[in-house]
């Protein structure tokens, strides 16, 4: 019964909208299909890389240096500035969808993506956070914890995966509108809003 109610918060922690979902919505808007999934995968090797830290007690060595914390956060909010005003200066050139896969080869935005979907997650401490006070909840008594919390952390990056492969798989399908210059621009614009809001808040938020 753990592993279903583990399932289900899985679930709904995937479909709350963050970081990663704008990273991986810009990519494949960007890229196309192939780049948000490179996205995703970089994004959950993030995820499984905090949740093992977590279960063998890393995150805590994270956490208990407020030094460490605050670089790793201004690091991380520094990226998703970065990302979001290029996504700004993106819809201000109003480039098309061509000419952006033609100055990105597949292999090399594929590559670029998986980085920032890795990157932005790894500088992420929220994730540290969340992962350590996450995980720990659905390990029943009298198991192993360090064998439970990796199983769960398996787990957990499965179900995140397979639904952001659902969320690119529909990007993909409205690609006909999505495509679209001015609809491609709006949507430039709002992705390079949304990330920088959340840089900000990223910076601004205590521990």
């Keep these: 019964m753990y592993l279903l109610a583990f399932i289900g918060a899985c679930i709904l922690v995937a479909m709350v909208p963050g970081v990663s979902t704008a ?3 810009r990519q494949t808007l960007r890229s196309g299909r192939g780049s948000g999934f490179a996205a995703i995968l970089g994004n959950e090797t993030g995820v499984l890389l905090w949740a ?3 279960a063998f007690g890393l995150s805590a060595l994270l956490l208990a ?3 460490a914390y605050d670089a790793m956060r201004i690091a991380g909010a520094l990226v998703l500035a970065f990302m979001g005003a290029q996504s700004l200066w993106q819809a201000r050139t109003a480039r098309t969808a061509v000419e952006v896969e033609v100055a990105v080869p597949t292999a090399d935005g594929a590559r670029k993506s ?3 979907g890795l990157g932005t997650c790894l500088a992420n401490p929220k994730a540290a956070v969340f992962a350590l006070s996450f995980l720990p909840q659905f390990v029943p008594p009298g198991q192993n914890v360090v064998a439970t919390l990796v199983l769960l952390s398996v787990i957990w990056v499965l179900v995140d995966t397979l639904w952001y ?3 690119v798989w529909a990007i993909a399908k409205a690609k006909a509108i999505l495509g679209k210059p001015a609809v491609r621009r709006r949507l430039e614009r709002i992705s390079g809003v949304v990330l920088i809001g959340l840089g900000v808040r ?3 938020e205590a521990r």
Excluded: D, G, H, R
């Design 114 to 116: 998986y980085l920032l």
């Design 23 to 25: 990273i991986i919505l």
């Design 65 to 67: 240096s407020q030094t």
């Design 165 to 167: 492969a659902l969320f």
């Design 52 to 54: 093992l830290a977590a």
């Design 202 to 204: 990223l910076i601004l």
